[in-house]
Nanobody
Framework: QVQLVESGGGLVQAGGSLRLSCAASGRTFSSYAMGWFRQAPGKERDFVARISGNGALTYYADSVKGRFTISRDNAKNTVYLHMNSLKPEDTAVYYC?????????????????WGKGTLVTVSS
């Protein structure tokens, strides 16, 4: 397993931007697919985006497609989520996830490692 620590959350107005970061421990970061999930109060944890170990493959939830971009820097053991055109409905705790299997990082079930989350609040 890898240990994951998210940062970059905060309060932003609708239409604004934020960049989330997730720093991972371990020397095998590039062998892990990485993803972002989010959980709003009273709701389930939902998939947001994922990226393959070498960064060649990405996939997004329809709700964020065209607004969010996932990227990674394997030299820094870090994955990012660039969020633009934020909406109040994007308000949630955002979690970083890691698993050796790319296709697994599409559901909250079965993911090997999770961070503790960072809160994003979008005001209207």
């Amino acid at each position: 397993q890898v240990q994951l620590v998210e940062s970059g959350g905060g309060l932003v107005q609708a239409g604004g931007s934020l960049r989330l970061s997730c720093a991972a421990s371990g020397r095998t970061f590039s062998s892990y697919a990485m993803g972002w999930f989010r959980q709003a109060p009273g709701k389930e944890r939902d998939f947001v985006a994922r990226i393959s170990g070498n960064g060649a493959l990405t996939y997004y939830a329809d709700s964020v497609k065209g607004r969010f971009t996932i990227s990674r820097d394997n030299a820094k053991n870090t994955v990012y989520l660039h969020m633009n055109s934020l909406k109040p409905e994007d308000t949630a705790v955002y979690y970083c996830a890691a698993d050796p299997r790319y296709t697994v990082v599409s559901s909250a079930r079965g993911v090997e490692s999770w961070g503790k989350g960072t809160l994003v609040t979008v005001s209207s």
